[in-house]
């Protein structure tokens, strides 16, 4: 009596592969002289920048003792700055610096978190390659250049609107030449506008 199979076909694998086995191919690589003087040269300039840090550094703790061991820890701690004086305190410039920073984080990640969901989401398809390179071009131009674009620009009209929020219709503030700066000028005008408030 013969036994016939009645299930699906099976295919027996054996657990070793049978015959000689692979070997390992190894990775030959071959330093051409235009890799030789690439590496060469991306070595030297990253070491010249490391020390130029460095260097920048070491003048920089060098000059800064002086006033260290003068004003100590009130260095951080006190607004007055009069070098003349031996007063060295920078409170009041790290204050601003630190809110200044907040108004940036508050005004830039909104702005930047939408944009980027709406060139991503829902820009159409034939403008978003343009809403990137525009937003590409605008990353690769310095802060500064907008800073003082935005100083040059907005400044009047900031001092437009403080003026005509204290009830004072002043003119706008004006960059002098010489030792007269920006904010001595914006000084001095507030100061006669508060002269003629009655």
């Known amino acids: 009596m013969t036994v016939t199979p009645t299930g699906p076909p099976t295919t027996y694998v054996p657990s070793t592969p049978e015959g000689p086995a692979d070997r390992p191919r190894r990775i030959r690589e071959r330093r051409t002289p235009s890799d030789l003087v690439f590496r060469g040269v991306a070595r030297a300039g990253g070491t ?3 020390a130029i840090m460095l260097l920048v550094g070491i003048f920089l703790t060098r000059d800064a003792l002086p006033a260290w061991r003068e004003a100590g ?7 007055a700055w009069d070098p003349q004086g031996g007063d060295f305190g920078v409170a009041g410039v790290l204050i601003g610096t630190v809110l200044i920073g907040s108004v940036a984080i508050i005004v ?3 702005l930047a978190l939408g944009a980027a969901l709406f060139i991503s989401e829902y820009a159409p398809s034939r403008i978003k390659p343009l809403l990137i390179n525009l937003v590409d071009l605008m990353a690769a131009v310095p802060s500064v250049v907008y800073g003082i674009w935005g100083c040059s620009s907005c400044s009047r009209s900031c001092w437009w609107s403080a003026s005509r929020a204290r009830g004072c219709r002043g003119g ?7 030792s ?3 904010r001595w000028t914006t000084t001095t005008r507030a100061t006669r506008c508060r002269a003629r408030r009655p």
């Open 73 to 79: 820890l009130g260095f951080l701690t006190t607004q």
């Open 172 to 178: 706008s503030p004006r960059t002098s030449a010489g």
């Open 48 to 50: 010249v920048v490391l």
């Open 180 to 182: 007269r700066s920006s």
């Open 108 to 110: 830039a990640v909104p």
